[in-house]
């Protein structure tokens, strides 16, 4: 049974990091893509990160450019998102998703929650002070 579990998430300060990592069983991640999205109460589901497999190319929604990183190691069949400079309004459960072979030559699609068919169950993250 395929699985997707997220994990990493917890309460930081503004201006803190935290890594959150997305790991696969019962599947392995070669060739698909793999994309980090969030939700915030009373709000929806919206793209954060995504990174395909095999080229690694990546994209990123404005509001996390320059603060947050993807990177995948499919050889331990997990996903990390390293996430700095974190704000308030960074605060949301985080999902990670799998799409197989969606490529990036439109990139805003990887974005997109509607792409993706598995998906985890979300790990909490806070920032407040």
């Known amino acids: 049974q395929w699985q997707l579990v997220e994990s990493g998430g917890g309460l930081v300060q503004p201006g803190g990091s935290l890594r959150l990592s997305c790991v696969a069983s019962?599947?392995?991640?070669?060739?698909?893509?793999i994309g980090w999205f969030r939700q915030a109460p009373g709000k929806e589901r919206e793209g954060v990160s995504c990174i395909s497999d095999p080229v690694g190319s990546t994209n990123d929604a404005d509001s996390v450019k320059g603060r947050f990183t993807i990177s995948r190691d499919n050889a331990k069949n997990t996903v990390y998102l390293q996430m700095n400079s974190l704000k308030p309004e960074d605060t949301a459960v985080y999902y990670c998703?799998?799409?197989?072979?969606?490529?990036?030559?439109?990139?805003?699609?990887?974005?997109?929650?509607?792409?993706?068919?598995?998906w985890g169950q979300g790990t909490q993250v806070t920032v407040s002070s």
């Open positions: 998703a799998a799409a197989f072979k969606l490529n990036l030559r439109t990139p805003a699609r990887c974005l997109s929650p509607s792409a993706y068919g598995r």
């Open positions: 019962g599947f392995t991640l070669d060739y698909y893509t």
